[in-house]
């Protein structure tokens, strides 16, 4: 039997570090996981990554061989192939992840990135955006994260870290961002975004909402989107609040690298319709006239469970096959 090129692919999120075997269709060979904050020391974190890696190697039957590496890591650069002061992580400074996995695996090519670009890679290979040249994938989770594909290529910028779509500035001055700064955009759009526009609209309105009964530390994104579901109006009114503002920024975004489409992946893009029509609607009424109804606006189709791995499983391909 032909020998299996296999990658490996890394999703390294603040909680936990995943990691899979991928064959270049997307097929997953074994996956493991382990929280990513569990060794004090980098080094130790590397080793016990490959002996994961190792081990799901070592249960696969079929002959193969780990071509390389691709690893989706917050504040993660492709140029350098380190993760430079990512603030979820208890290793501080700039860590040369790619450089210390590229040793241990006896000099196979290992490439990262952050994790919304390897979000838009995956989409690329496996998702919706098969044979796009130009779109955006906009997460939604914790924060809002941003990979844009520009002529067929992802746009890293001058230093590596070009995307960071969640801290352009949507209102100077207000809310505190997790960067240091007020009024990114994240903070209003994202699951927190989401739980902060909720409140604000619990302190302005005096309409009724099952809302009332959380504390801010009890309530989620998730228990917002269920109020809604059930018809809660102060919930509904959240959902239109964080839509409006993300169709007004996606207004701008389009004005600048013009997508053929933008892709809404992550814990609140799970909502549906809840997120994407408010959304779109804001987006339409906001863009110039020369791309209204142009421009399309949908959900990822990659499954949440294994979009991460799959899009840094797909970096790593990308780059075997440039
Ligand atoms: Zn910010």
Redesign the pocket.
């Known amino acids: 039997m032909q020998l299996k090129k296999l990658v490996a692919g890394i999703d390294m999120g603040g909680t936990n570090t995943v990691y899979a075997l991928v064959d270049e269709v997307g097929t997953i060979y074994g996956s493991g996981t382990f929280p990513t904050n569990l060794y004090q020391n980098f080094d130790q974190y590397i080793v016990a990554l490959r002996d994961g890696i190792l081990d799901l190697s070592s249960k696969i039957e079929r002959e193969h061989k780990i071509m390389g590496i691709g690893i989706g890591a917050p504040n993660g650069n492709y140029y350098t192939g380190c993760i430079d002061s990512a603030a979820n992580l208890i290793w501080k400074g700039s860590l040369p992840m790619a450089e210390k996995l590229k040793v241990l695996f006896g000099g196979i090519p290992v490439v990262l990135t952050n994790d919304a670009n390897a979000a838009a890679i995956g989409e690329m290979i496996y998702g919706s955006a098969k044979g796009m040249k130009n779109f955006v994938v906009i997460t939604l989770g914790t924060g809002l994260g941003s990979g844009f594909v520009v002529n067929g290529e992802v746009l890293y910028g001058h230093d590596g870290f070009a995307g960071e779509f ?2 352009i500035s949507y209102k100077r001055d207000s809310r505190q ?5 007020r009024g ?1 955009l ?2 209003f759009v994202s699951a927190p975004g989401l739980k902060r526009n909720t409140f604000e609209l619990l302190i302005n309105e005096n309409t009724q909402s099952s809302l009332r009964e959380f504390t801010f530390s009890q309530m989620t994104s998730k228990d917002v989107a269920i109020a809604a579901q059930n018809g809660d109006k102060i919930a509904k009114m959240a959902f239109e609040m964080t839509g409006k503002i993300l169709g007004e920024a996606l207004a701008d975004l389009v004005a600048i690298t013009t997508p053929e489409a933008i892709f809404l992946f992550g814990g609140l893009a799970k909502s549906g319709n809840l997120i994407l029509d408010p959304t779109r609607e804001s987006m339409e009424a906001n863009l110039l006239s020369l791309w209204k109804g142009k421009v399309k606006l949908q959900l990822s189709n990659l499954d949440e469970d294994n979009a991460a791995i799959l899009g840094s499983s797909a970096l790593a391909w990308k780059e075997l096959n440039k």
């Not at 961002?177 to 700064?181: A, D, I, P």
């Open positions: 969640g801290h961002c997790g960067c240091g700064r990114c994240e903070t």
